[in-house]
Every structure is written in structure tokens, then in C-alpha cells.
């Protein structure tokens, strides 16, 4: 196939593109030194997902506490 694709001029110049294009990515995916963006953006979300719903838990705690009655208001 590849002795095929040098032989037509017209898709020689792609077959040595996707050749340099393979090696490059060859040469990527063997860097592991970092996160992946993946990574990155799935604990972000989490992150983010945490806060939310520590926000929704102290607003529904302050909700509740502003309800409870200790008699020390006006008209006692």
C-alpha cells in the first residue's frame, strides 16, 4: 500500500505528511509527564460540583435556622 502511495506524485506529498503527522503523535503519546487535558477538566468539574453543593447546603441550613423560634424577638 505505501509502495502504491509514493508511485502517484499527486499523494506523495500527503503519504509523507501523514508519515510525519504518525510520528509526531507517536512521540506524544510516549511524553507522559503531565495531566492530561481530560484529567484537568474532569476535576475541575468536580470541583465545581463540590461547591455547588456546599452552597446549597449552608443555604439550607441558614433557611432552617432563620425558622427556628428562640424567644428572644420582639413581643416576648
Keep these: 500500500m505505501q509502495a502504491v502511495m509514493y508511485t502517484v506524485p499527486e499523494v506523495a506529498s500527503l503519504a509523507f505528511a501523514i508519515g510525519v503527522l504518525r510520528n ?6 510516549d511524553n507522559e509527564l503531565g495531566y492530561t487535558t481530560e484529567t484537568i477538566l474532569i476535576t475541575a468539574a468536580l470541583a465545581v460540583c463540590a461547591l455547588a453543593l456546599i452552597g446549597i447546603i449552608v443555604s439550607r441550613i441558614n433557611t432552617t435556622g432563620s425558622k427556628i423560634h428562640t424567644g428572644t424577638g420582639p413581643g416576648e
Excluded: Y
Excluded at 509526531?24 to 503519546?29: E, F, H
Design 24 to 29: 509526531r503523535l507517536a512521540v506524544a503519546r
